[in-house]
C-alpha cells in the first residue's frame, strides 16, 4: 500500500481482555518497529522486528506483550490480560531497512482504551 | 540507553513570530538527531534529520535545526510560523551505530494564532 496501515483504529476492551493490534507496514520495508504513546507523552520504544526476526523486544513492558511477525510482512501486537495502563496509542512504524533505519514511515496508531 | 528532553510542553505563538523549540539529549557516544512532526489527526512524519557534517541542516517547510555537540543540543526552528504549522514536535535520537531503537521526547505542542 501507499503507506503504513494499522487496525482497528479504535480498540475499547475491559480489564481482563486480550486485544491483538495489526500493522500492514509499507511493501518491501523489512524493519518494523512498535511505539506506545501515552497521553502527553512521546512514543517510547517497544520492540523491532528485521523481517521476520524480532531483534530487539527490549521495550515491551511485560510478559503480556507479545509481538509477531511471522512472514515478514504483517505484524501483530497482542496482548493479554490487558490492564487500565495499558491504554494508549500503539503506534507502528517501518523503514526499508539496515544498514540505515533512519526514516521511520508511522501509521495512524491504535488508539487502546481499556475500561 | 540514549533519552531526549524537550523543555517546553506548549508553545503559543502569533503568526509570523519565530519559533525556537529546544531539545537536549543525554548519550555519550555518537547519534543520529532527528525532528516529527504530527498535524492534528495526521501520523508522524520526518520533518529533518542530521547525521553528519554541517550542523544547521534544513528540512521541510522552512524549519531548520542546529545540532550542538558540546550541548548535546538539537533545537528547531523557524524565522516566521505560519498557522499550518500547528502541530506536535518530536526530538528524537538513534545511536549511530544500533539505530534500531529511535528515543522519542515528551513532544511539544506548537499552537500558532492566525
Known amino acids: 500500500g501507499a503507506g503504513v496501515s494499522q487496525s482497528p483504529r479504535y480498540k475499547v476492551a475491559k480489564r481482563g481482555q486480550d486485544v491483538a493490534l495489526r500493522c500492514d507496514p509499507i511493501?518491501?520495508?523489512?524493519?518494523l518497529f512498535w511505539y506506545q504513546q501515552a497521553l502527553g507523552q512521546g512514543p517510547e520504544f517497544l520492540t523491532y522486528?528485521?523481517?521476520?526476526?524480532?531483534?530487539?523486544k527490549s521495550g515491551l513492558p511485560s510478559d503480556r506483550f507479545f509481538a509477531e511477525r511471522p512472514e515478514g510482512s504483517v505484524s501483530t501486537l497482542k496482548i493479554q490480560r490487558t490492564q487500565q495502563e495499558d491504554s494508549a496509542v500503539y503506534l507502528c512504524a517501518s523503514s526499508p531497512g539496515p544498514p540505515t533505519n533512519e526514516k521511520l514511515f508511522f501509521g495512524s496508531g491504535t488508539q487502546l482504551s481499556v475500561l | 540507553a540514549q533519552s531526549v528532553s524537550q523543555h517546553n510542553h506548549h508553545v503559543i505563538l502569533s503568526e509570523a513570530a519565530s519559533l525556537e523549540l529546544g531539545c537536549n539529549y543525554s548519550?555519550?557516544?555518537?547519534?543520529?538527531l532527528f525532528w516529527y512532526v504530527q498535524y492534528p489527526g495526521q501520523h508522524l512524519q520526518l520533518l529533518l534529520k542530521?547525521?553528519?557534517?554541517?550542523?544547521l541542516v534544513k528540512g521541510i517547510k522552512g524549519f531548520e535545526a542546529e545540532f550542538i555537540k558540546s550541548k548535546f543540543s538539537f533545537n528547531l526552528r523557524k524565522p516566521s510560523v505560519q498557522w499550518s504549522d500547528t502541530a506536535e514536535y518530536f526530538c528524537?535520537?538513534?545511536?549511530?551505530?544500533?539505530?534500531?531503537?529511535?528515543?522519542f521526547g515528551a513532544g511539544t505542542r506548537l499552537t500558532v494564532k492566525p
Open positions: 522486528f528485521q523481517n521476520e526476526a524480532q531483534l530487539d
Open positions: 548519550y555519550g557516544g555518537t547519534v543520529n
Open positions: 528524537a535520537v538513534t545511536r549511530l551505530y544500533n539505530n534500531n531503537d529511535m528515543r
Open positions: 511493501s518491501g520495508h523489512v524493519s
Open positions: 542530521y547525521f553528519s557534517g554541517d550542523p
